[in-house]
């Protein structure tokens, strides 16, 4: 067999002696760019780094924070082992580690995942809990500081705790603090908190019989007003639209947009309008069900009726308002300069 052709890759080398087949083999290849990075996705690394980033909780139904797991890949609902600017903390993976542009660089770190110490751990720190609520609550008392306490949260080491507490104003809370220091050993810090918070902590009922929405699933509070009540026409009771912890119910801006568009199309409570079987007032609306409640002139009782099957009626002071306008509009000018 002949031996395989070699090509002379020296840059110095007899290039006058090779065919032009030769000499486009050694020349460097055009690479259509667009066609190999098509489908990868176009990063910015001038506005971020690239990072592998992890969303934890450290208490239920608490806000979602970032960590960097650092090349450690973590999935849902696994415990671990997370540097707070307290200190160390137990937490759980509610968004998987994924690789992200990340601008703040000095994010906190995902230290490892929890082990069999670390959660042992966990459990001794609940009955070092349960112990230090009982205290503070007789120190409490004993001050008679006006405070109520919702929750004891120890470190992951067990060196501090963190007392939640609420109150209507500012509290002094030093000589608290020191009692507690000096019967637990530890570490204290006291945390004032709202009821809003108080009730995301502890927990409970509301009215539709669930449980709290701001304890299950609620990451953080949306405004709330009480417009969104009169849009919804729901009775303005204070204990109908309030919720456990004394302000309006979260749930009222869940169908706020939606009962706003519905509306929209309605006639308001009050209004004249014309019925199938009479002209009538408008006492009650059903915004969803698109129905309307109406009080006929000559019937006491009210009837329902769609709101495609009502009209609106015009008042006689806007009746006599449009005529006038009208006239305006048709009649000859008037001379409105005075005489003399």
Do not use: W
């Not at 667009?34 to 489908?39: K, N, P, R």
């Not at 849902?76 to 968004?95: D, M, Y």
């Not at 601008?103 to 751990?121: G, H, S, V, W």
């Not at 070092?128 to 609520?133: F, M, V």
């Amino acid at each position: 067999m002949p031996e395989a052709e070699t090509f002379n890759n020296d840059p110095n080398g007899d290039y006058e002696s090779m065919d032009a087949d030769q000499l486009t083999f050694l020349k460097p290849h055009e690479i259509d760019e667009a066609v190999l990075l098509e489908d990868m996705p176009v990063f910015d690394f001038a506005e971020g780094t690239l990072m592998d980033v992890v969303g934890i909780k450290l208490h239920t139904a608490g806000p979602v924070s970032y960590y960097d797991c650092q090349n450690m890949y973590l999935a849902k609902s696994e415990q671990v082992i997370v540097e707070t600017g307290r200190g160390l903390a137990l937490g759980e993976v509610v968004v998987p580690a994924t690789r992200r542009i990340v601008r703040n660089r000095k994010l906190p770190r995902a230290i490892r995942k929890a082990t069999q110490n670390d959660m042992r751990q966990r459990d001794r720190n609940r009955s070092k809990e349960d112990n230090a609520r009982r205290l503070c609550l007789e120190e409490i008392e004993r001050l008679r500081l006006p405070m109520k306490l919702v929750k004891v949260d120890y470190l992951h080491g067990g060196n501090k705790a963190v007392f939640y507490f609420s109150a209507e104003g500012r509290v002094d809370f030093r000589e608290l603090v020191r009692g507690l220091a000096r019967r637990l050993h530890i570490r204290v810090e006291m945390r004032q908190i709202g009821v809003r918070d108080a009730s995301r902590m502890l927990g409970g009922v509301g009215a539709c019989g669930l449980r709290l929405c701001c304890n299950r699933y609620i990451r953080e509070f949306a405004p709330v007003s009480i417009r969104m009540a009169k849009d919804q026409d729901l009775v303005l009771n204070p204990e109908k639209v309030s919720g456990l912890c004394g302000r309006l119910m979260c749930c009222l801006a869940y169908e706020d947009k939606l009962y706003k568009e519905a509306s929209r199309s309605m006639p308001k409570i009050g209004r004249r309008v014309m019925t199938p079987d009479g002209e009538g007032r408008i006492k009650d609306r059903d915004v969803l069900g698109r129905v309307v409640r109406v009080q006929l002139l000559d019937e006491p009782t009210l009837k329902e009726f769609p709101v495609d099957d009502v009209s609106p009626v015009a008042n006689p002071g806007q009746q006599q308002g449009q005529q006038g306008r009208q006239r305006g509009k048709d009649g000859p000018p008037r001379d409105d300069k005075p005489k003399k």
